[in-house]
């Protein structure tokens, strides 16, 4: 009998180290050095996506507990609150793109937000690469805004806020990690999820 028990329990174990090897993803953008073969509508705006998810995916890998809540004044975002807010513009950028609600996850802490967050770029990437200039052209933001507010409103934005987390996390003293070159898309050090 303690034979079957012992066969259970390993069967068990194996079931839930599958399911959460299946829960993680491996997280995207990890080497942009690779880009599309044509220049469309599409594929441009695709690459400012892509940029945006290395630029930030670099900027927060590595962030430790005890970095989440600093702060250069009373008056500025956290770390932390800053990947929040990221988290909420990815909403707004995949919510224009897919065209389809997504339902944002409570009780995210800041490496989780921003985990979904390159999840969502990516899924964004992933469409914008496949869009013709229609389809671009009909992309709005929140119901009543053209794709050019998505450029110089959400994309922008998060771009501005990843650099905010790499000069941020310098000040605290667990600066960017070494070997990201953002001019070619490339990352020669160590990767983390």
Same mark, same amino acid.
């Given at each position: 009998?303690?034979?079957?028990?012992?066969?259970?329990?390993?069967?068990?174990?194996?079931?839930?180290?599958?399911?959460?090897?299946?829960?993680?993803?491996?997280?995207?953008?990890?080497?942009?050095?690779?880009?599309?073969?044509?220049?469309?509508?599409?594929?441009?705006?695709?690459?400012?996506?892509?940029?945006?998810?290395?630029?930030?995916?670099?900027?927060?890998?590595?962030?430790?507990?005890?970095?989440?809540?600093?702060?250069?004044?009373?008056?500025?975002?956290?770390?932390?609150? +800053?990947?929040?807010?990221?988290? /909420?513009?990815? $909403?707004?950028?995949?919510?224009? @793109?897919?065209?389809?609600? *997504?339902?944002? #996850?409570?009780?995210?802490?800041?490496?989780?937000?921003?985990?979904?967050?390159?999840?969502?770029?990516?899924?964004?990437?992933?469409?914008?690469?496949?869009?013709?200039?229609?389809?671009?052209?009909?992309?709005?933001?929140?119901?009543?805004?053209?794709?050019?507010?998505?450029?110089?409103?959400?994309?922008?934005?998060?771009?501005?806020?990843?650099?905010?987390?790499? +000069?941020?996390?310098?000040?605290? /003293?667990?600066? $960017?990690?070494?070997?990201?070159? @953002?001019?070619?898309?490339? *990352?020669?050090? #160590?990767?983390?999820?």
């Amino acid at each position: 009998m303690k034979s079957y028990s012992f066969i259970i329990l390993i069967i068990f174990f194996c079931f839930m180290n599958s399911v959460h090897a299946q829960d993680t993803k491996a997280l995207p953008f990890e080497d942009i050095s690779t880009y599309p073969g044509s220049l469309t509508t599409g594929t441009v705006a695709a690459r400012m996506v892509e940029s945006l998810g290395f630029r930030y995916r670099y900027a927060s890998q590595g962030l430790k507990d005890e970095n989440m809540d600093f702060r250069t004044s009373e008056e500025a975002r956290t770390i932390g609150e +800053t990947i929040q807010h990221i988290y /909420g513009l990815t $909403m707004v950028i995949h919510d224009a @793109v897919l065209n389809e609600p *997504y339902d944002q #996850k409570e009780g995210l802490n800041p490496m989780q937000a921003r985990e979904e967050s390159l999840h969502l770029l990516k899924a964004v990437y992933d469409r914008l690469l496949s869009m013709n200039d229609a389809e671009v052209e009909a992309i709005n933001v929140r119901g009543d805004h053209p794709f050019w507010i998505l450029i110089n409103g959400p994309l922008a934005d998060a771009l501005w806020h990843s650099g905010q987390i790499a +000069t941020l996390r310098r000040a605290a /003293g667990n600066p $960017m990690p070494k070997g990201v070159n @953002v001019f070619l898309g490339k *990352y020669n050090g #160590k990767v983390e999820e």
